[in-house]
């Protein structure tokens, strides 16, 4: 596949069959993903996936935890955010509301609960840092991340990224046994897309160049 078509096409997928995706090309996919860079070649990420029965059980107890606790999807900032940045948050997702309509969906509860669900994927990749590190090494986890979100669509496979479930470390921890000196930093959904589904049709749209770039020269 062209690395610039997947570039465009690629996007969050929050519907997914339930077909299983074959051990083998979860490899594939994350042999590539450690292709990626990293400060010092660290290679610090570390990726726990967690499919079967084991990924329902993760998903009963983030949504048993969601409802008592009631943390949801949010920018996750320290202090006020400007403007433009809360605006280009909530205009995305004003224009998924459409696509939840004709699913009859309730925004808050399906993307919280949604994603407690890792939108019904067969498989969570959760990506860890080991808490030796400092918070520089974060970068090097998103760019695998962005890695491993291109290297499934070039396999025909989905994913969504689910930061909720930091929210919810203690219970991801103890579900699937992650030591005390290991960060959760980010998840993805990973599967195969359910086409019939209307929310599979949105697609979130990103401004022009000019909002992002000063040049110096
Ligand atoms: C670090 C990170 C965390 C995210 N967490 C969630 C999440 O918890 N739930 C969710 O539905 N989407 C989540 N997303 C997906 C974003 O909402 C999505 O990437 C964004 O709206 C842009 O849409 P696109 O991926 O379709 O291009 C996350 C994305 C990133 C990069």
């Not at 860079?37 to 660290?42: E, T």
């Not at 669900?117 to 962005?146: E, Q």
Request: hydrophobic share 40%; glycine share 6%; proline share 6%.
């Amino acid at each position: 596949m062209d690395l610039f078509q997947a570039i465009k096409e690629r996007k969050s997928i929050r519907a997914f069959k339930p077909d299983p995706v074959p051990r083998e090309k979860i490899e594939e996919i994350l042999r590539l993903v450690t292709q990626a860079p990293s400060a010092i070649n660290l290679q610090p990420w570390e990726f726990i996936v967690v499919m079967g029965g084991e990924r329902e059980r993760l998903s009963r107890r983030l949504i048993k935890s969601y409802h008592e606790k009631q943390i949801s999807c949010s920018p996750g900032n320290v202090k006020p955010l400007a403007d433009t940045f809360s605006k280009r948050g909530v205009e995305s997702f004003e224009l998924m509301n459409p696509y939840l309509e004709q699913m009859g969906a309730q925004f808050d509860r399906f993307i919280n609960e949604g994603s407690c669900n890792f939108y019904g994927a067969p498989v969570a990749i959760i990506m860890c840092l080991d808490n030796a590190f400092s918070k520089a090494r974060l970068v090097d986890i998103g760019v695998g991340l962005g890695y491993l979100v291109l290297a499934a669509y070039g396999f025909g496979l989905a994913t969504c990224p689910i930061g909720l479930i930091t929210a919810y470390e203690d219970d991801v921890k103890d579900v699937v046994n992650i030591p005390e000196n290991k960060d959760v930093v980010i998840s993805a959904a990973l599967g195969y897309p359910d086409w019939d589904s209307p929310i599979n049709r949105f697609k979130t749209p990103r401004e022009h160049l000019n909002s992002f770039v000063r040049w110096v020269e």
